[in-house]
């Protein structure tokens, strides 16, 4: 690469890591053409962007971050990135799904919000983080329960009247 395309990458590079949600790197070694474009359809399916990036690129990004030295050291042989910029659990589902089928594709580390995650916690817990649909659905019946109750409340007196009236005919003979 020259070195404009190399700023330009970098430049790149920085804007996602500014905006992103979350981040996951992955390891590809080992996977052929075929996997790593299933993995792709994947990736794009949910709305995170793939990128295989070189490493010194990935450094130079993110050297004025304060999570840069820690984050450097996974930054070693191949490496994919997955950003999401919108669920920050997107990529780390995707990742967790191709990974039942293909233990070659390993994960180097995850990024949330400029908290460091492990690799073991990508999969254990930034995975089975719920999505933003559904965090959406918790809201909505979180407002909808006491709305119900109240409707329940109004209807009671009336359901237990048809009560004493069903109970009051089946005990005449």
């Known amino acids: ?54 490493n010194s690129l990935i450094k130079h990004a993110i050297k004025d971050k304060p999570w840069a030295a820690t984050f450097g050291k996974t930054l070693r042989g ?4 997955a950003w999401s910029f919108e669920d920050p659990s997107a990529a780390a589902k995707v990742v967790k799904a191709f990974r039942k089928d293909n233990d070659k594709l390993k994960i180097k580390g995850g990024l949330v919000d400029g908290q460091l995650v492990a690799p073991e ?15 959406r ?3 909505l019946a979180t407002l909808q329960a006491p709305l119900t109750q109240f409707v329940q409340q109004l209807n009671a007196p009336a359901q237990n009247f048809v009560y004493l009236l069903k109970a009051k005919e089946e005990k005449q003979p």
């Open 137 to 139: 659905a918790m809201f």
């Open 1 to 54: 690469m020259e070195r404009a395309q190399k700023e330009s990458a970098v430049g790149t590079l920085k804007t996602r890591f500014d905006t992103m949600s979350s981040a996951v790197l992955v390891d590809y070694q080992g996977l052929n053409v075929e996997q790593v474009t299933k993995l792709r359809n994947e990736f794009r399916k949910s709305g995170v962007e793939y990128r295989v990036v070189k």
């Open 78 to 81: 191949m490496t994919g990135v």
């Open 121 to 135: 916690a990508v999969e254990t817990q930034l995975a089975t983080m719920p999505g933003k649909d559904e965090v």
